[in-house]
């Protein structure tokens, strides 16, 4: 399993773009590069989903380069109902599960 | 999209009873469901895959005989915490997969709180 490293923490202002950078640098071929963005005492929820280049979605873009060893989580104006923290996972999507790293804990300040 | 329902949200039990909590895929059938549990201020950590119609595979350092997981049926898994103890108190999460979608669905978890 790709392992991942994020950084702990960040801190934004209500309406700044905020990026998010994971590294994963032994991402296997059939492995994908996933998002989830969790509250406290909720459940994960997934943001985004990517293999390569870029792909974006109505909340977020992922940009991923071609050599796929990182991968940034990009949220355009981000408001006070963003601060959460925000997990990346690589796995493929046949039955295998998706190991948590630490992931990283945004504060959007007003 | 994919819908995981989990029950109990929350419980309260005393030390040395047993807790059970559902995992259900409402829209979907999920052969293989994954079972997560999450300290305060922690990552969530994988527990157990539960396969449907048969046993459960458990990660490193997890009791299987303190943590009964049953995969019945295509839309159910249960999570069973025995002999409950203050230190089990923790946010369990479960998550499965529609395979139509992109990446997994999580349930909303059950907070445990062991007295």
């Known amino acids: 399993l790709a392992k991942t490293t994020q950084p702990i923490s960040m801190d934004s202002y209500e309406g700044q773009e905020v990026n998010i950078t994971c590294s994963h640098n032994?991402?296997?071929?059939?492995?994908?590069i996933t998002w989830y963005q969790q509250f406290p005492s909720q459940g994960p929820r997934f943001i985004i989903q990517g293999y390569k280049t870029k792909v974006t979605n109505e909340v977020a873009s992922l940009f991923i380069p071609a050599d796929r060893k990182s991968s940034t989580l990009s949220l355009p104006r981000v408001s006070l109902s963003d601060t959460a923290v925000y997990y990346c996972?690589?796995?493929?999507?046949?039955?295998?599960?998706?190991?948590f790293g630490p992931g990283t804990r945004l504060s959007v300040l007003p | 999209g994919a819908v995981v329902s989990q029950h109990p949200s929350w419980v309260i039990c005393k030390s040395g009873t047993s807790v059970k909590i559902e995992c259900r895929s409402l829209d979907f059938q999920a052969t293989t469901m994954f079972w997560y549990r999450q300290f305060p201020k922690q990552s969530l950590m994988l527990m157990a895959t539960?396969?449907?119609?048969?046993?459960?595979?458990?990660e490193q350092g997890v009791e299987k005989d303190k943590f009964l997981i049953n995969h019945a049926s295509l839309t159910l898994s249960t999570l069973t915490v025995t002999s409950a103890h203050p230190e089990d108190s923790s946010f369990y999460i479960c998550?499965?997969?529609?395979?139509?979608?992109?990446?997994?669905?999580f349930g909303s978890g059950t907070r445990l709180t062991v007295v």
């Open positions: 539960s396969n449907e119609g048969s046993k459960a595979t458990y």
């Open positions: 032994n991402i296997a071929t059939n492995d994908y």
């Open positions: 996972l690589v796995g493929d999507n046949y039955g295998q599960n998706f190991v």
């Open positions: 998550s499965a997969r529609d395979r139509g979608d992109y990446g997994y669905t």
